[in-house]
Structures are given as structure tokens and as C-alpha cells.
């Protein structure tokens, strides 16, 4: 298995990979979300090409994996408006 971080912040963790079980994967783990999921880790978004969405609690539907990681990080960092 290889894994590769894309994006790495205070908060968010996105990485991408191939496995031999599951082809290419890609996670997302939001620090915010360590006590409201089931291992822990804050695991938002797990995407495989054998599997495809087998989690995404990120609230964006519709668009690709990678995308919706993208799509989850704005919108979490977004500013608030006054």
C-alpha cells in the first residue's frame, strides 16, 4: 500500500493511495470530528475505485471524491459573514 498526503492543515488530513485490496483510495480526516466518529480518527471521507463512497459525512454529495474533500474544506473554512 502507498499512501500520499495532499493536504495537511491544523485540522484536515487528505490523503490519497493504491492498496492491492482496494485500488486507488482517498481519505479525509477533520480533527473537529475525532468524537463523533466511530474509530476516533475524524475519518469524513473514505473513497476506494473497488468500493467507491463506503463513508461521507462531509454533508456534499454529487461530485467525485476529490471534489467533495475539496468542497468539504471550504466550506468548513469558510469565514463567517457578519
Known amino acids: 500500500m502507498s ?3 495532499i493536504y495537511r492543515d491544523e485540522r484536515f488530513h487528505l490523503v490519497e493511495g493504491e492498496d ?3 485500488g486507488s483510495f482517498l481519505q479525509l480526516f477533520d480533527k473537529e470530528m475525532e468524537a463523533e466518529t466511530p474509530e476516533g480518527e ?3 471521507l473514505d473513497w476506494s475505485s473497488v468500493f ?3 463513508r461521507n ?3 456534499v454529495n454529487g461530485i467525485n471524491a476529490l471534489d467533495t474533500a475539496i468542497k468539504y474544506i471550504e466550506n468548513e473554512t ?3 459573514m457578519d
Open 57 to 59: 459525512t462531509t454533508g
Open 52 to 54: 467507491g463512497f463506503e
Open 20 to 22: 492491492h485490496a482496494v
Open 42 to 44: 475524524g475519518l469524513v
Open 78 to 80: 469558510a469565514l463567517p
Open 3 to 5: 499512501r500520499k498526503t
